[in-house]
């Protein structure tokens, strides 16, 4: 399995009243992870764009273990979770500068067609990218 690890910078701007992370921040890093996770195997999202494709979320979960504040450090690790002919998810988890797991989560995304959104396989559309998948995914 692979796991891409990407440092997610704090931003005063990201914490509530409390100085704590705010919760929805995470999906934001979600993303991040997912979209490091995509280069460090050579694809990337524009490209997908630019073939006519979008890869939206379908279902995301997160669960928060342990707050994270300004001012410490925070990672995002990320891999795929699974993959099949029309869905893939992918999990991550938030850990500060001590490594303690902060949240985890995964997202689902299908890939549809740019014009009318209707669901396409991933592995059709995109057979390298999806038998990539295949080979670093969780086992």
Known sequence: MFISTKEIQLLYADT???GVIYHANYLKWFELGRTQLIEDIGFSYVSMEEAGYYAPVYDVNCTYKKAIRYGEKAFVHTWVEAVDRLKTVYGYSIVNGNDEVCAEGSTTHI?????????????????????KYEEIKKK
Request: overall charge positive; charged content about 40%; proline content about 8%.
């Open 111 to 131: 890939v549809v067609r740019k014009d009318d959104f209707k669901p396409v396989q991933f592995k059709k559309a995109f057979p390298e990218w999806y038998q």
């Open 16 to 18: 509530d009243m409390m």
